[in-house]
């Protein structure tokens, strides 16, 4: 998600340095690997550095000058007070979500999960606190029944960018100063394993398709089947009906099957059994020999 931001800042910008994580294993073979904005930013011949820390950073230090203001994307880390008080116009972060609502490092997937109307993207000042200090400039864009983590972060994006574009002409125009957030927080933790297990007995089927959309890339929405995970990935809401939460009601020919949810069906239209590719709900259907009372865990 940073790369592009560098990729502009770089076209309109001095840049006079990068930070971003170390080099980590990756892959099935787990060689140690650069990051996207690493690669980014040596492809632009810029100095990168890449501390295991920010405690003790000072990037007069690192690159040999100050700069006079910092742009932070999807960094990850805790940014110590010495840091972001180094430029003389702070660091600035561009956070996807409209702040006091989904501070934190998933902001994007908590709000389809929830089933949000709508989301953005803000532009405000780091500070000491999490994700809480003042807003330069916010956007918002209606959260579509088809957005999904992929879909919605190309368009945020794409947003950021404008606003960080308006944020370097008004700030290179006068003086501005942010505004305090305001409204009630809500939090967007880092998304854990757990967190995409499908519960059929307290979510309902519209529950479960906005879990699909929010954890499409990570960890998935799943549940258990004949003891084998599997990964639900495109689903719909289909009428109500009559069962015990989890259990398949029939196949829908051509489309996927019915599982009871609470209070409604949920239509399953593509899975990803544990170990294989994704599929649609008919070959899976076909494929494990599935009936009518099956049971999802």
């Known amino acids: 998600m940073a790369v592009p931001f560098l990729e502009r800042l770089a076209q309109r910008s001095r840049v006079i340095g990068v930070v971003t994580s170390p080099d980590r294993p990756a892959g099935r073979g787990y060689a140690v690997t650069p990051t996207e904005v690493k690669r980014a930013a040596l492809a632009l011949g810029l100095p990168v550095q890449q501390p295991e820390s920010l405690a003790g950073f000072r990037m007069a230090s690192a690159f040999g000058q100050t700069p006079d203001v910092g742009v932070v994307v999807a960094y990850g880390h805790l940014i110590p007070s010495p840091v972001f008080n180094e430029p003389q116009h702070g660091l600035i972060n561009v956070h996807f979500s409209l702040v006091p609502k989904y501070r934190g490092a998933a902001p994007m997937q908590w709000a389809l999960i929830r089933g949000e109307k709508e989301t953005g993207v803000s532009l405000f000042q780091i500070e000491k606190g999490l994700d809480t200090g003042p807003v330069y400039l916010q956007r918002a864009t209606p959260l579509l029944p088809d957005d999904n983590v992929v879909t919605l972060r190309d368009r945020l994006v794409s947003m950021g960018l404008d606003l960080l574009g308006e944020f370097l002409r008004k700030k290179e ?50 549940a258990v089947l004949r003891g084998q995970r599997v990964k639900i990935r495109a689903a719909q809401v289909s009428g109500s009906g009559h069962g015990e939460a989890g259990t398949i009601l029939s196949l829908e020919k051509g489309r996927g099957f019915l599982v009871k949810c609470a209070g409604d069906n949920l239509c399953v239209l593509r899975v990803q059994p544990e170990g294989k590719k994704e599929m649609d709900a008919v070959s899976f259907w076909n494929g494990a020999r599935l009936a009518v009372g099956d049971r999802f865990e």
């Open 173 to 222: 125009e006068a003086p501005w100063m942010p505004d305090p957030q305001t409204g009630t927080p809500t939090l967007a933790p880092s998304l854990k394993k757990d967190d995409g297990r499908i519960r059929w007995g307290e979510q309902s089927a519209g529950d479960v398709v906005n879990l699909v959309r929010g954890t499409l890339e990570w960890p998935g929405a799943y």
